[in-house]
């Protein structure tokens, strides 16, 4: 994928066969990305871009804002990090073994240290992350399981990922995509993004017969996707992967 710069701002150039218009898109985690046909010049990109300089100024000013709201973690004593939905204080407590290890309890994130050895930023990084991604699969495979079931709708494969906008997705071949990292939405939001991927089992767009079955099973789900929208550049914030 080609990459220009338009006044200080990197813009991914996707090129599509049979595409006739421009379309410019700010992702929420501040990618900008334009689409065209194959044949689009770069001097009609350009001319393109500045017909719409102050939107996009606007826009990436505005991702931009949110993302300095939530400074990255430093991964000491008392940050708040959340975990379904909760806002727990990270805790030290002392163990004999040299390998950090982290868990929930029922008022804090517990990291185990060895008071004895000097880890970095990096190690509780690492452990925090592992933490995090074994329990966000461990949910997601429980929650799957009990809304298939519900719903009587059932993927043929489920693969579990980190990324930093989308929350799940559904093959033509009936597989699905989680991310891990709904471990840190409230219970509700993260159920709401598997029945949306399972309700694409049945119905392969957007549909309103898809929004009604997503709301037979979901009747909040407007709420819960805001709490994703709204949290996203927190949770990117803990640098997890």
């Known amino acids: 994928m080609q990459e220009i710069e338009f006044e200080g701002i990197k813009i991914q150039v996707q090129r599509r066969l049979f595409q006739r218009s421009l379309n410019l898109l700010v992702k929420p985690s501040g990618q900008v990305k334009i689409t065209s046909g194959k044949t689009t010049s770069l001097k009609h990109l350009v001319q393109f871009l500045e017909t719409q300089k102050d939107w996009l100024h606007k826009n990436v000013n505005k991702i931009r804002d949110e993302q300095n709201k939530y400074p990255r973690k430093e991964y000491v004593e008392g940050e708040q990090y959340l975990f379904l939905g909760r806002k727990l204080p990270l805790v030290f407590k002392h163990h004999d073994k040299k390998r950090l290890k982290a868990q929930v ?12 050895l000097n880890y970095t930023k990096e190690d509780k990084r690492i452990a925090l992350n592992k933490f995090y991604k074994a329990s966000g699969i461990e949910v997601l495979e429980k929650v799957i399981k009990e809304k298939s079931k519900i719903m009587d709708l059932y993927p043929s494969k489920i693969s579990y990922r980190a990324q930093k906008t989308r929350w799940g997705s559904c093959s033509s071949q ?18 709401y993004v598997v029945i949306h991927e399972l309700a694409h089992l049945q119905h392969q767009d957007h ?35």
């Open 207 to 241: 549909s309103k017969n898809f929004w009604s079955l997503v709301g037979k099973y979901s009747p909040d789900y407007k709420i819960h996707s805001d709490w994703l929208k709204q949290n996203m550049y927190e949770i990117d914030s803990y640098q997890f992967k």
């Open 174 to 191: 009936g597989s699905l995509s989680m991310n891990w990292k709904l471990i840190f939405s409230p219970p509700e939001s993260l159920e």
């Open 105 to 116: 309890s029922a008022n804090s994130i517990v990291l185990f240290i060895n008071k004895n």
